[in-house]
């Protein structure tokens, strides 16, 4: 695995600040920051009344959710790190693990800067995230656990950019660049994500994996209904009629869950299919 993470570390030797790369002034108010397609009231009567006007600022929330749910996770990762200042990490990990801190740092300050031009800085964007930061303050990044929860939420929320990137409509120039930049540097944490969970679960028990596999479901659930789903108030301030009642017709649309599932797709079956290769077959990870 040495081999993986020294090829890692080359690649994330140079780095470039995001805030420095992206040409702020290109920003386009007349376009979406998200495909309209993507938005968390797609297909719902609250979205279909929209005036354009009210699409684009509903756009500009839905993106400020994307980048509160970037903040969480990478501070997250940045102070379990950091906690033991790596001291007792192996030199080829510290490197991978140092070079992510740094880049995730710059993302974060990316993704302040956008919730600041959307107008959002203080609003709760996230539902309940309460349970899993919790767990996530239990885990160190010596357990196959931690880079497990790590590899999911960097793999679901890459995966909803990917589908922005991809998408034809046009958004915001501005907006384009942030996933983009983000979507570069995610591909890399995601691979060093993948090489750190397999080299900790060589001593990890059977019913270890499988108890975890379980738990894992009951959490990606909660992860996703608390960054992929509209929260009241965040629908509040762009001034909809019905906040709450658009809040949870969200929650009951089942376009919202196919697009939910597709997100945490990729990394369900890599996790899924790790976890089970060390071991006795275990449950399939479900959303």
């Known amino acids: 695995m040495s081999v993986q993470l020294k090829h890692l570390a080359g690649l994330g030797a140079e780095y470039r600040d995001p805030i420095a790369a992206i040409d702020w002034g290109a920003a386009d108010d007349t376009r979406p920051w998200l495909p309209p397609a993507l938005l968390s009231l797609s297909g719902l009567a609250a979205q279909d009344r929209m005036t354009r006007e009210e699409l684009l600022r509903f756009s500009r929330v839905e993106f400020a959710r994307l980048c509160a749910a970037g903040l969480w996770l990478e501070g997250l990762l ?3 790190i950091m906690r033991n200042g790596c001291l007792t990490t192996m030199p080829d990990e510290a490197r991978v693990m140092l070079q992510e801190v740094r880049e995730e740092a710059g993302h974060s300050l990316m993704f302040v800067e956008m919730i600041d031009r959307a107008g959002l800085g203080g609003v709760p964007l996230l539902g309940d995230i309460r349970l899993l930061t919790r767990v996530a303050h239990r885990l160190t990044p010596d357990q196959p656990e931690f880079w ?11 995966t909803l950019a990917l589908k922005a990137l991809r998408d034809q409509g046009g958004i915001c120039p501005v907006a384009r660049r942030v996933l983009h930049l983000h979507h570069h540097d995610e591909a890399r944490h995601m691979a060093a994500a993948k090489t750190l969970l397999q080299t900790r679960l060589g001593g990890m028990p059977g019913a270890r994996r499988r108890l975890f596999e379980i738990a894992l479901g009951f959490l990606l659930r909660r992860f996703l209904k608390a960054t992929l789903y509209p929260t009241e108030r965040s629908l509040a301030a762009m001034g909809l009629p019905d906040p709450a009642g658009a809040a949870r017709a969200a929650a009951a649309s089942p376009e919202r869950a196919r697009l939910s599932a597709e997100c945490a797709a990729p990394a369900l079956r890599f996790v899924g299919r790790t976890l089970r290769s060390r071991g006795e077959a275990a449950p399939e990870v479900r959303p």
């Open 78 to 80: 940045i102070s379990r």
């Open 148 to 158: 497990a929860m790590v590899f999911i939420g960097e793999s679901v929320t890459d």
